[in-house]
């Protein structure tokens, strides 16, 4: 009965390599986002998806790449792997109710680029 | 664009005392401010939050106040208990369906 989950929970490649990380939600919510989290713990958001519809994206380089086939799922694949995207990486839901849009988080991905 | 400082980075506390982390907010149409806790190696939930039309609210032992003119809120946590040693993230939105932008986060150590 997992509300948000995200596979894989870890994640060691080697720099240059392509990866991908899933994130599935069954709460029903429309919208879904991507966080990273680096080392001192810094929480920043990277995209938001409504309704598969992309409708946040931050400052973000191009090897990042989110797919959403349906507003249950977000992927974010990653091409040319650097050591600087070692992070954690956090998937999130969340739905309007009056007013008010509070996000819930999956797990987490640990990445790790050697 | 919203930026959200938080104060302190790190915070420890006797077990029983209180703790205040603080927050100040750049976007005066902020109108959302959740506060999240992290343990280690688990995921941010959601604690407690507050509206702007609200300028207090509780829950058991935590407490969260909102000054929409300072633009600054906090969150307190009473009679501490070392499960509530954590890192606490506060963060605001403008809207719903708007992005939320989270503050550094305070690291909160209670010592038994």
């Known amino acids: 009965d997992t509300a948000v989950s995200q596979t894989p929970k870890y994640l060691v490649t080697q720099m240059g390599n392509d990866k991908s990380i899933k994130c599935e939600q069954n709460l029903g919510h429309d919208t879904m986002y991507w966080y990273k989290q680096d080392s001192k713990k810094f929480l920043k958001i990277m995209f938001s998806y409504n309704n598969k519809e992309l409708i946040i994206n931050e400052t973000v380089p191009n090897r990042f790449s989110p797919k959403s086939p349906d507003k249950a799922h977000l992927n974010l694949h990653i091409n040319s792997l650097e050591l600087g995207d070692s992070a954690v990486y956090f998937c999130?839901?969340?739905?309007?109710?009056?007013?008010?849009?509070?996000?819930?988080f999956g797990p987490g991905t640990r990445l790790l680029v050697l | 664009g919203e930026n959200v400082e938080q104060h302190p980075s790190t915070l420890s506390v006797q077990e029983g005392d209180s703790a205040v982390i603080k927050c100040t907010y750049s976007?005066?149409?902020?109108?959302?401010f959740p506060w999240y806790k992290q343990e280690l190696g688990k995921r941010p939930q959601l604690i407690i939050d507050?509206?702007?039309?609200?300028g207090e609210k509780k829950d058991q032992r935590i407490a969260v106040t909102l000054n929409k003119t300072a633009k600054h809120f906090s969150l307190h946590i009473t009679e501490t208990q070392p499960e509530d040693s954590a890192v606490y993230f506060c963060a605001a939105s403008r809207a719903a369906g708007n992005k939320l932008t989270f503050g550094g986060g305070t690291r909160v150590l209670v010592k038994p």
């Open positions: 976007d005066s149409a902020s109108n959302y």
């Open positions: 999130a839901s969340s739905q309007e109710t009056q007013g008010i849009e509070t996000q819930y």
């Open positions: 507050i509206r702007s039309n609200v």
